[in-house]
């Protein structure tokens, strides 16, 4: 199961990085954005990098975040390894299990109380993995 977020205002980086945030105290999610597309080596994207040397370069990624603990353990799963498209959204929760709908609806409400100092809004959806993203 996913959770697509679709960001609506001039600045979403800051957005993205309150999201980023959110997500890497939340163990049960891994995650994929824009920002992490446009910044995640191309070994990676192209299925030649290490997973050791995917761990070094989120350790890097997110020790440039405020307020993250960041640990080797938790680099080594946040960023997901479905290597899918984000279409049309900004940012992506890939549940490592598939959630129930309180733990849905909380997300959601942690996602608008985060992003709510940016001056974002959030359009969010669940959705089944893939389905929507299968074209390459």
Request: net charge negative; charged share 30%; with cysteine.
């Amino acid at each position: 199961m996913n959770t697509m977020i679709k960001l609506e205002c001039e600045e979403k980086e800051k957005a993205i990085e309150k999201l980023e945030e959110l997500a890497y105290n939340m163990s049960e999610v891994c995650i994929l954005n824009r920002s992490i597309m446009d910044k995640i080596p191309s070994a990676y994207q192209s299925g030649t990098m290490s997973a050791q040397g995917m761990t070094d370069w989120a350790v890097g990624y997110f020790a440039q975040i405020e307020n993250v603990d960041v640990s080797e353990e938790r680099c080594s799963k946040i960023v997901s390894k479905s290597k899918e498209k984000l279409a049309d959204y900004d940012f992506m929760f890939e549940w490592f299990e598939e959630p129930t709908g309180a733990q849905k609806r909380d997300l959601e409400e942690e996602i608008k109380a985060t992003i709510e100092s940016t001056g974002c809004k959030a359009t969010i959806e669940h959705m089944k993995l893939s389905f929507f993203l299968l074209n390459f």
